[in-house]
């Protein structure tokens, strides 16, 4: 079992930034490649970024590419997002999961475990 929690999550403005963390336990954080989504109320749960396990690649949705940076710490068992000229369709609640595909995935069902999530929410 993976335990996640997510934290960093709040009300901003459009234009600010935010830094979401996501820490890991239970076993080893290096073995897994981590995604962070999103879901909104009334929609579906959306990909946002993957990293693979040492940090070496990375995948983004198209809605975020050049504004959000994943990064990974596995000293620390801890994925980050960085999310910087926040808009509005960015609201919502922010999930870290974890999977032991090799690679990356973009698929909500390729991976395993699960933190409770974090609010975005950003104003206009």
């Known amino acids: 079992q993976v335990q996640l929690v997510e934290s960093g999550g709040g009300l901003v403005q459009a234009g600010d930034s935010l830094r979401l963390s996501c820490g890991a336990s239970g076993r080893t954080f290096s073995n897994y490649a981590m995604g962070w989504f999103r879901q909104a109320p009334g929609k579906e749960r959306e990909f946002v970024a993957a990293i693979s396990r040492s940090g070496g690649r990375t995948d983004y949705a198209d809605s975020v590419k050049g504004r959000f940076t994943v990064s990974r710490d596995n000293a620390k068992n801890t994925v980050y997002l960085q999310m910087n000229s926040l808009k509005p369709e960015d609201t919502a609640v922010y999930l870290c999961?974890?999977?032991?595909?090799?690679?990356?995935?973009?698929?909500?069902?390729?991976?395993?475990?699960w933190g409770q999530g974090t609010q975005v929410t950003v104003a206009s």
């Open positions: 999961a974890a999977t032991d595909i090799l690679g990356l995935t973009t698929l909500p069902s390729s991976y395993w475990y």
